[in-house]
């Protein structure tokens, strides 16, 4: 039988729920600590390796706390999570800005606090000089476009909004280098959600490629390549995770073939990655509302989209584990639904689970990253609390949930009274 690991039982649950009802998302602080420093292992022999965690995944600043404990830094792409990022200690060097269709006064936040600013367009050059100022050190996001024969690997990067061409990229850092901007970064990002470790591999090979070419044509020195995010996790049981040596190991075959062959060392190597960071870590616990069963059976749950918009927006899959019953057999087919008037407001479609009661406690897993976060109010439903299971078994509420009142803030009820 398929199954997948939970790092409480019922008991713990339940104990927790008398204090914080459900339903919550909980992040396991110990899993996310040591899978931290399992990553900083795994890279230990890539020069100046660093991980810039990307807040959008998990914003919460308990978390981004943790994070820079770790030596993580953070990679931001709005003044909230610059804002975060700021009030969890994070500052300079810690910071990556790597945003797009980016407001002007974002650029000045990001220039203020010190850290790497990240340019999608050539257009920005001009945009944040008069914003901001050029900063000391400026990176560009590079769009690999249609890619030369022999990169199967990576998608079809011309359809993405993001980065500048082969072209611009050139263009760009004359432009910088004629200012007198004497630093630069590069950074790339063409994957999602992807298991392969080939593909980090060679997305560090075309960067490495066109630092070589772009150093020698410009006379400039690269101080550091970020690969991005973008490493996928393994949602369903009998999927592998990525292995982060493996890829360390290829990046450093590539240096050593390219930027150490070329002089061009020390490049440090950054990557921004969210999902790989606390995705496995985090667990929506809710519980059975409803039973219900016309054509198919369904059991209602008490969260719904606004707690994980994963399964409905993307039709991905999270495992489930009803809490309790993890030694009894799947017989029972079900969709698992939220309480949206929207039919794709669904967990899982056609999940076979123990056989399920109202009251049961369902675990969804691998909420970790993109799940509380993407949450909306749509329908009036109110996103959850968010908890962190220290590492001595401790809780501590670390968002409560929203109120009707949160829901309400923004509405004037005295004005609607005169309005006619
Ligand atoms: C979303 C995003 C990331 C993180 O992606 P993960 O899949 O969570 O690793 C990193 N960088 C940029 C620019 C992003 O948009």
Known sequence: MVSKDL????EEILKITEKYPTPFHIYDEKAIRENARRMKSAFKDVPGFKEFFAVKALPNPFILKILKEEGFGADCSSLPELILAEKAGMTGDDIMFSSNDTPAEEFAKA???????????????????????????????????????????????????????????FEGYRVLRDKGVKRFGMHTMVASNELNSDYF?????????????????????????????????????????????????????????????????????????????????????????????????????????????????????????????????????????????????????????????????LVIHDTGAHGHAMGFNYNGKLRSAELLLREDGSVVQIRRAETIEDYFATLDFEQLKSFR
Do not use: W
Request: contains cysteine; negative net charge; hydrophobic residues 35%.
């Open 201 to 361: 591999v060679e997305t560090a090979r075309i960067l490495f490629e066109l630092i070589v070419e772009i150093s020698k044509e410009l006379g400039i020195q690269f101080e550091f390549v970020n690969l991005g995010g973008g490493i996928g996790i393994p949602y369903r049981p009998e999927q592998e995770p990525v292995s982060l040596e493996a890829v360390a190991k290829g990046v450093k075959e590539a240096y050593n073939a390219t930027i150490t062959a070329n002089g061009l060392a020390p490049l440090k190597v950054y990557l921004e990655c969210g999902r790989i960071i606390t995705g496995p870590y985090g667990y929506l616990v809710s519980q059975v509302r409803h039973l219900k069963s016309t054509y198919k059976d369904y059991v209602g749950m008490d969260s719904c989209m606004s707690n994980l918009m994963r399964p409905g927006m993307y039709g991905a899959y999270h495992h489930i584990t009803v809490l309790g019953k993890e030694n009894k057999p799947p017989v029972h087919k079900y969709d698992v639904t939220g309480s949206l008037c929207e039919n794709n407001d669904k967990f899982a479609i056609d999940r076979m689970l123990p056989e399920v009661e109202v009251g049961d406690i």
């Open 7 to 10: 790092p409480f039982t019922k």
């Open 111 to 169: 220039k203020e606090l010190g850290g790497f600013i990240n340019l999608d367009d050539i257009s920005h050059i001009h945009y944040l000089e008069k914003a901001a100022g050029l900063p000391e050190i400026v990176c560009f996001r590079y769009n690999p476009g249609p890619l030369k024969e022999g990169n199967a690997i990576i998608g079809k990067p011309e359809e993405a909004k993001y980065g500048f061409t082969r072209e611009q990229m």
